[in-house]
């Protein structure tokens, strides 16, 4: 009996393992028939090709008069008129009168000096037919030595000519007083704020108002160190002035823009920020032009977005900041063999559409603009619509090589 079943259990052994490899094998079968295929990997691409881009630098700033005056009286008085033009947001032009003050004492002051004006040239007439009286006088006498300047009276006369002197210049002063009774605008302007009223007594030290001149505006923008080097800023007087333009930053639909010229920059670099601030002028801000009529106001204390026309860098690639992998990085398709190649970039421009790229990219490969879940390395893809050379928001900064600008 120990014999029979020292033969049966190794057989039944050896049945069980059969039966069990042949289940096993049956359920690898069946898995790899019910696996799904891979997933074929589809894309838009586009071909890249180097061309030119010319920089536009983005930046912000606060409009503000060129001339803002604390318009003070020259002489003391009592207000008695305040012209219309001369309230709070009125428009004036150089030399309208904007307040006067009572005349009467200046006009007494001024009789006086006419009348010592009058007085000290009769004076003058005086003593000058004395000293050619005194000079007869010696010669009938028939003195043969020359006259002293005290018989002639000279002194006597060079008083009374500096008594003419004296009643000319202050005749002048005078009228001067008189003048600046009549306060006069000294530019072309608007008020900000009128700060006395009729019957005041005001002094050369009293404020009377606040105004600004209107020929043009300015707006102090600022640019970081690595703005600079994509711009020529006008240092000097003689420079050519950089175009500018200016876009109201609280409309947030159909915004106005305004053109301006960069004229000057700041001497030195912000000590906190350090950037470097430059004036934009914009010519005739309140559109009192006919010609500028239909363009809206540009407002003293505005807040402007600005965009600024920097220099061309040649010979560099686009890439669309939206075909991204990840920061710095992109899809390149191989163009023969139609596989993903993983590519680190390093931009030398950058702004919110587009990355310029200058190195590690090989002409006439091809880019890919669809958002892609996964890319592997060396994975093949399918092209789904190529898009030959431009893509979308690079346009207008991409110029071909035969443009004008490259």
Aim: proline share 7%; hydrophobic share 40%.
């Amino acid at each position: 009996m120990s014999k029979l079943l020292r033969i049966i259990i190794p057989l039944l052994i050896l049945a069980v393992g059969y039966f069990g490899f042949g289940i096993l094998a049956e359920k690898e079968e069946l898995e790899v028939r019910t696996r799904p295929a891979p997933k074929i990997i589809e894309t838009k691409v586009q071909v890249m090709e180097r061309s030119d881009f010319r920089v536009t630098l983005s930046t912000q700033g606060i409009v503000r008069p060129h001339n803002e005056t604390a318009l003070t009286p020259r002489v003391s008085g009592r207000v008695i008129k305040i012209s219309p033009k001369f309230e709070s947001g009125s428009f004036f032009e150089e030399g309208d009168i904007l307040l006067e003050l009572d005349p009467s004492d200046f006009l007494a002051a001024l009789s006086a000096s006419e009348a010592r004006l009058a007085r000290s040239e009769a004076a003058f007439a005086q003593e000058d037919a004395r000293a050619k009286q005194a000079l007869l006088d010696w010669e009938d006498l028939g003195y043969t030595e020359p006259p002293t300047e005290l018989v002639l009276r000279k002194p006597q006369l060079k008083e009374a000519a500096a008594n003419v002197k004296a009643a000319e210049a202050e005749l002048l002063s005078a009228q001067n007083d008189l003048k600046r009774a009549q306060v006069l605008a000294p530019y072309d302007g608007r008020v900000r704020e009128r700060s006395v009223g009729l019957g005041q007594s005001v002094s050369p030290g009293t404020t009377i108002g606040e105004i600004f001149s209107t020929s043009f505006a300015e707006v102090r923008l600022s640019l970081s160190t690595r703005d600079l080097v994509h711009v020529d800023l006008p240092d000097n007087p003689d420079d050519l002035a950089v175009p500018v333009t200016l876009t109201d930053a609280l409309a947030t639909e159909n915004p106005t823009t305004w053109r301006g010229m960069i004229v000057r920059t700041e001497g030195s670099l912000d000590e906190k920020s350090r950037k470097l601030f430059v004036i934009a002028r914009v010519d005739d801000p309140f559109a009192l032009k006919k010609e500028n009529a239909a363009t809206p106001p540009l407002r003293i204390g505005q807040p402007i977005r600005a965009e600024i026309k920097g220099n061309i860098i040649e010979n560099v690639f686009i890439v669309p900041r939206k075909t991204l992998l990840r920061p710095n990085e992109i899809v390149l398709i191989e163009p023969v063999e139609l596989t993903i190649a993983r590519t680190r970039i390093e931009p030398v421009w950058s702004d919110s559409a587009n990355l310029i790229v200058r190195d590690n990219i090989t002409e006439g490969w091809l880019l890919s603009t669809s958002r892609l879940p996964s890319a592997p390395e060396g994975a093949p893809v399918v092209i789904l619509e190529p898009e030959e050379n431009q893509n979308e928001g690079t346009e207008a900064a991409a110029l071909p090589k035969d443009s004008p600008g490259a």
